[in-house]
């Protein structure tokens, strides 16, 4: 099976966006909402990858849309302190 390119979604207005990205395991896939400023992800879905276009379609009903991420800014990952 092809691997996948990884795929971006951002609703203007929205603090989260949507990366949608192939699993270790090729007929899987994993959504995550992330958090733009903080880029903390609050949520996570995983899903049989001939499911793809169900989940996108979910998504633009919801008024993401997909973006290169080239043009997006957003912050560096937030890094965990210890102690």
């Known amino acids: 099976m092809k ?3 990884t795929i971006y ?3 203007k207005g ?3 966006m949507i990366k949608i990205y192939q699993d270790e395991d090729p007929l899987f896939c994993n959504a995550e909402l992330i958090k733009v400023k903080t880029r903390e992800i609050k949520a996570r879905h995983y ?3 001939t499911d793809l276009n169900q989940f996108t379609a979910m998504y633009r009903r919801d008024g993401f849309v997909p973006v290169d991420m080239n043009a997006v800014q ?3 990952q937030k890094k965990e302190t210890t102690g």
């Open 3 to 5: 691997a996948m390119d």
């Open 9 to 11: 979604m951002r609703k």
């Open 14 to 16: 929205s603090p989260v």
């Open 47 to 49: 899903f049989l990858r």
């Open 74 to 76: 957003v912050a560096p």
